[in-house]
């Protein structure tokens, strides 16, 4: 049923509690792909649109050098992160892959999930709420929202429950 599967993470030991997870759908489904999938953002985007260049205007003190350089280092730290995690699963004969994309995080997901064909995205959610959730947002429930295909949210260990 589930033949690939997407599993987007950020980074965090929070977003990783997806995993045990993944490797039971994987294993049970007979899985033949689990991608694991990081997206860099960007620093030169301001968030909401118009995206615009950070470093146009002299009160960030940043030149174009030093965002070109931050978003290098911020995609090499991602495929490092992706390769070691990737180095340790063990799915039962799925093939892991790692993959880094750039763009804004919920609208890459669910595009590249597009783009690939993927069965199913499993992914963690931090569980926030309330004033939390509307200030930081929730990548996971823009995912839920947009993608056109089967989406696992699983809750991070503490999570408080609430509205």
């Known amino acids: 049923m ?5 599993v987007p993470l950020d980074g965090s030991e929070l977003a990783e509690c997806v ?10 489904c ?12 960007p620093l030169h985007w301001v968030v909401g649109p118009p995206y615009v260049p950070v470093g146009v205007d002299d009160s960030t003190g940043l030149s174009h050098e030093d965002i070109n350089r931050f978003d290098s280092e911020n995609e090499a730290a991602a ?14 004969g799925a093939v892991i892959q790692s993959e880094v994309v750039t763009g804004q995080a919920a609208e890459s997901i669910t595009e590249y999930a597009t783009q690939h064909e993927i069965d ?10 309330g004033i939390s959730r509307w200030v930081w947002g929730s990548v ?4 839920l929202r947009s993608a056109c295909l089967p989406v696992l949210i699983v809750r991070a260990p503490g999570c408080m429950p609430g509205i």
């Open 19 to 28: 995993l045990p997870h993944v490797e039971s759908i994987a294993k049970g």
């Open 79 to 92: 495929k490092s992160y992706l390769e070691q995690l990737a180095g340790r699963a063990k799915y039962d």
């Open 2 to 6: 589930y033949k690939k599967i997407l």
């Open 140 to 143: 996971a429930d823009r995912v």
């Open 120 to 129: 199913l995205i499993a992914i963690a959610t931090h569980g926030r709420s």
């Open 30 to 41: 007979d899985a033949k792909n689990v991608i694991f999938l990081r997206v860099a953002e």
